[in-house]
């Protein structure tokens, strides 16, 4: 599975890509810090296949 497929079973939101500015991402959460810490939130660009990682 290449990231474009993974990227289509993951949820979509409206998001703008830092790097080519398209308005649609899908994401997905995990919890890479400890449990009392918020989740990490990984955003990859349905365009261009960028990611970006947000700390909630």
Partial sequence: ??????????????????????GKMSYACRQTRSADEGQTVFYMCLKCNYNMVENA
Avoid: Q
């Fill in 1 to 22: 599975m290449d990231a474009k497929e993974g990227a289509l079973e993951n949820p979509v939101v409206d998001k703008i890509c830092d790097k080519c500015g398209h």
